[in-house]
């Protein structure tokens, strides 16, 4: 269920910045945004030379910057930038174009975004989610190692108390996981439930990301404010093989 509900979450954000695509609009501003999600270089060059609001917005909140970062188009995102776009520029939902390429894995956007400054841990306002907090929950590990490499806060949560580390260990990210904890993330942090990321990967029956979370001497008793330990979360879902590792790591 705290799987499903967090790509529901995600899926939300990303499905905001491509709202306003489905149509071409008649003025300028909208016809901005237009080209910007489709990557059409040539069309925005002409819009900005007729003096085009560089920050036009939709109803969403959603500038020319956010929609090319969040749809990949690099050259579209650097002109936009030359042009003076608001890098930190937020929609009615918080969301910035930073948060939107890092969501969506376009780490060489990221990395123009943040040349330009880019605020890394500014956080959207629905959930709490920031850059490294939305790539580490969809898996792109490029984009997660170069936000840390730039100072994200590691630390950083979500709605519900949710730290980078437990969002890749729900989905399932072996590599992010890895990559967080090999740069100090807490192996027993936790959600305001107390659910840690080896509980997770139990009730998951992730074995590999399980056996990381024992190697790095994740708390094998941890429980959560209703009780449930690793232990319980494996053998309510039948996953033996979890439960004997969990017992050959001294889990009582």
């Given at each position: 269920m705290l799987k499903c509900s967090i790509i529901w979450l995600v899926a939300g954000l990303l499905i905001l910045a491509s709202f306003f695509c489905s149509a071409v609009y008649a003025d300028p501003g909208a016809d901005l945004l237009y080209a910007a999600t489709k990557g059409d270089l040539k069309r925005v060059q002409e819009l900005l030379d007729k003096e085009t609001d560089v920050d036009s917005k939709d109803e969403n909140g959603i500038t020319p910057l956010m929609a090319a970062s969040s749809e990949g188009h690099v050259d579209v995102v650097k002109l936009l930038l030359e042009w003076e776009a608001d890098v930190d520029a937020a929609a009615n939902k918080g969301a910035t174009a930073l948060m939107l390429a890092s969501a969506s894995g376009h780490t060489e956007v990221v990395r123009h975004l943040l040349e330009w400054e880019a605020a890394i841990d500014l956080r959207e306002k629905e959930n709490g989610f920031t850059a490294l907090l939305l790539a580490s929950a969809t898996g792109n590990t490029e984009t997660v190692k170069l936000l840390l490499e730039r100072g994200a806060d590691i630390n950083a949560q979500a709605k519900e108390g949710m730290p980078p580390l437990l969002l890749a260990a729900v989905a399932g990210h072996l590599e992010i996981a890895k990559l967080l904890l090999d740069?100090?993330?807490?192996?027993?942090?936790?959600?305001?439930?107390?659910?840690?990321?080896?509980?997770?990967?139990?009730?998951?029956?992730?074995?590999?990301?399980?056996?990381?979370?024992?190697?790095?001497?994740?708390?094998?008793?941890?429980?959560s404010k209703d009780g449930e330990t690793a232990l319980m979360g494996a053998s309510a879902k039948g996953h033996t093989e979890i439960v004997e590792l969990l017992k050959a790591h001294g889990t009582k």
């Amino acid at each position: 269920m705290l799987k499903c509900s967090i790509i529901w979450l995600v899926a939300g954000l990303l499905i905001l910045a491509s709202f306003f695509c489905s149509a071409v609009y008649a003025d300028p501003g909208a016809d901005l945004l237009y080209a910007a999600t489709k990557g059409d270089l040539k069309r925005v060059q002409e819009l900005l030379d007729k003096e085009t609001d560089v920050d036009s917005k939709d109803e969403n909140g959603i500038t020319p910057l956010m929609a090319a970062s969040s749809e990949g188009h690099v050259d579209v995102v650097k002109l936009l930038l030359e042009w003076e776009a608001d890098v930190d520029a937020a929609a009615n939902k918080g969301a910035t174009a930073l948060m939107l390429a890092s969501a969506s894995g376009h780490t060489e956007v990221v990395r123009h975004l943040l040349e330009w400054e880019a605020a890394i841990d500014l956080r959207e306002k629905e959930n709490g989610f920031t850059a490294l907090l939305l790539a580490s929950a969809t898996g792109n590990t490029e984009t997660v190692k170069l936000l840390l490499e730039r100072g994200a806060d590691i630390n950083a949560q979500a709605k519900e108390g949710m730290p980078p580390l437990l969002l890749a260990a729900v989905a399932g990210h072996l590599e992010i996981a890895k990559l967080l904890l090999d740069k100090g993330a807490d192996v027993n942090s936790k959600n305001d439930n107390a659910v840690t990321g080896l509980m997770a990967a139990c009730y998951e029956g992730n074995i590999d990301m399980v056996r990381l979370f024992l190697e790095k001497g994740a708390d094998v008793n941890a429980r959560s404010k209703d009780g449930e330990t690793a232990l319980m979360g494996a053998s309510a879902k039948g996953h033996t093989e979890i439960v004997e590792l969990l017992k050959a790591h001294g889990t009582k």
